[in-house]
């Protein structure tokens, strides 16, 4: 069955660096786009990023346009989200998704505080 597993969240002070991985398996990886989402206590689901099944082509949200970066492995049937100059509104859980069904992760918990 498709798992999607996050990994790499963790409390960094305003200005740090997170990476996060979602290892997949269940599904042929290569065949997907992928997207990560974030969820702020007491706020909606949102997302983040977006990344082709190639990897050739990537979307953001604004708010984290030129900070965000999502890439992924195919070979390794995982993809990341570097995230730099992290702000304190980063705060989330944050969840990786495969495209074209309910599929999610577990999330992993980013917190941005000093």
């Known amino acids: 069955q498709v798992q999607l597993v996050e990994s790499g969240g963790g409390l960094v002070q305003p200005g740090g660096s997170l990476r996060l991985s979602c290892a997949a398996s269940?599904?042929?990886?290569?065949?997907?786009?992928m997207r990560w989402y974030r969820q702020a206590p007491g706020k909606e689901r949102e997302l983040v990023a977006t990344?082709?099944?190639?990897?050739?082509?990537?979307s953001y949200t604004d708010s984290v346009k030129g900070r965000f970066t999502i890439s992924r492995d195919n070979a390794k049937n995982t993809v990341y989200l570097q995230m730099n100059s992290l702000k304190p509104e980063d705060t989330a859980v944050y969840y990786c998704k495969r495209t074209n069904g309910p599929y999610w992760g577990q999330g992993t918990q980013v917190t941005v505080s000093s």
């Open positions: 269940g599904f042929t990886f290569s065949s997907y786009a």
């Open positions: 990344i082709t099944s190639a990897g050739g082509s990537t």
